[in-house]
């Protein structure tokens, strides 16, 4: 079993800051890539940022020079760091990993967490 557990999402004024995490647990080889998606109400959900295992990263072009993706691997986190905060950034956020298992021999499979919402008022 390998669970994505997120936290942070909440209110923001625009212009202000939230951080997200991500957390994943359970049984697992290795984290290739980990990376947060954006989904709004009557939205197609879309990538935000991915973080290789090496620290290589990719951003949407909506959020580039505003977000910051970062991790952790002893703790197996991944962060948004979220400053200049737009109306058009409410969504809500759902963190993604590739994840290597073992069972006799290294499966990768993708995982995905329940979501954490951010709301951004003007």
């Known amino acids: 079993q390998v669970q994505l557990v997120e936290s942070g999402g909440d209110l923001a004024q625009a212009g202000g800051s939230l951080r997200l995490s991500c957390a994943a647990s359970g049984n697992f080889f290795s984290i290739p890539v980990m990376g947060w998606y954006q989904q709004a109400p009557g939205k197609q959900r879309e990538l935000v940022a991915l973080?290789?295992?090496?620290?290589?990263?990719n951003y949407a072009d909506s959020v580039k020079g505003r977000f910051t993706i970062s991790r952790d691997n002893a703790k197996n986190t991944v962060y948004l760091q979220m400053n200049s905060l737009k109306p058009e950034d409410t969504a809500v956020y759902y963190c993604?990993?590739?994840?290597?298992?073992?069972?006799?021999?290294?499966?990768?499979?993708?995982?995905w967490g329940q979501g954490t919402q951010v709301t951004v008022s003007s």
């Open positions: 973080i290789t295992s090496d620290g290589s990263t």
């Open positions: 993604n990993a590739q994840i290597t298992t073992v069972r006799g021999s290294l499966t990768l499979n993708n995982y």
